[in-house]
């Protein structure tokens, strides 16, 4: 097995190492008042989809009073982390939902700033990755697609809702890789977030795009994309009509977890509310109903646990992008 596969696997483990599927129950007591949910990109991307659907679940379950939302676009999700630095005093009641990129940008220099000049509250989920194709593409199999990519390489664009050497880009490159293909020669057009990248791959002018499988689910449900592979290393429930890549013959299996990061110097006893909320999110029908629609996975860290898990992945993270070379 190749190192790139090994540092995939080192990332899956290191997700189902701290899988926690909850218990339904029936009643929730209210702990925290409000929450504000910033958002580091646009409407319709996953960051979107896992704010929305987290303060669903929580005020639908009672554990929280309101939940209200703000979309931050701007710098690769920088703006949001500088402004949630810069205001700390005033965002004592804001959780700003965060990925993968928050590695991978602080790696490439995008932003400054890196997880560590937040407080960490917990990791809750992780979404799979999925090429997608529009619905009325001659593309129905990555076996179409890879064909199509060696007759014009240059005409075959990927585009995604992240930056060049982000998770999109990552991801696409990682397939390419699996299919022997050189991951840096691949054209990738970024887009700021998965709405606008949808839009390009509507208008033509990208061939496929990489994207969350959660958004893909929803795209495919509306009848307009067809979902060309999935990097779960089984078929999704969810939506177990996408093939993975890896039962086409390509070895990419990869989930980019998502979790929540507060203002630097918030209070022990709100980071420990924040905290327990989270958790008993977890053990209500509410929870399961947003989820299991989504297609994600539990993957509950707190505390100690998320710095490490954070920790470990940066060094993962930071050895693919190296093989890859985009560091």
Known sequence: MTSLALGRRALMAAAAA???????????????????FLIPGGAGGGWDGTARGTGEALTNAGLVGTASYENMSGGGGGKAIGYMIENADSLQDTLMVNSTPIIIRSLTGVFPQNFRDLTLVAGTVGDYAALVVAKDSPLNSMEDFLAAY?????????????????????????????????????????????GTAMAALLSGEIKALSTGFSEAIALADAGEVKILGVTSDARVPAYDA???????????????????????????????????????????????????????????????DFRAFLEAQEKEIGDLMKQLGFL
């Open 150 to 194: 060696r007759a014009d390489a240059n005409g075959t664009a990927v585009g995604g809702g992240s930056v060049p050497g982000g998770m999109d880009h990552l991801v696409a490159a990682m397939v390419m890789q699996s299919a022997g293909e050189d991951p840096t020669a691949l054209k990738y057009i970024p887009y700021d977030a998965g």
């Open 242 to 304: 996408a093939p993975t890549f890896a039962e086409q013959g390509l070895d990419t299996v990869f989930v980019n977890w998502r979790g929540f990061f507060a203002a630097p110097g918030l209070s022990e006893d709100k980071l420990a509310a924040y905290q327990d909320v989270i958790t008993k999110m977890y053990d209500t029908p509410e929870w399961e109903e947003v989820r299991a629609r989504n297609g994600w996975v539990n993957i509950h860290n707190d505390g100690d």
């Open 18 to 36: 701290t899988l926690a599927l909850g218990t339904p129950s029936f009643a929730a007591d209210q702990i925290v008042d409000k929450i504000h």
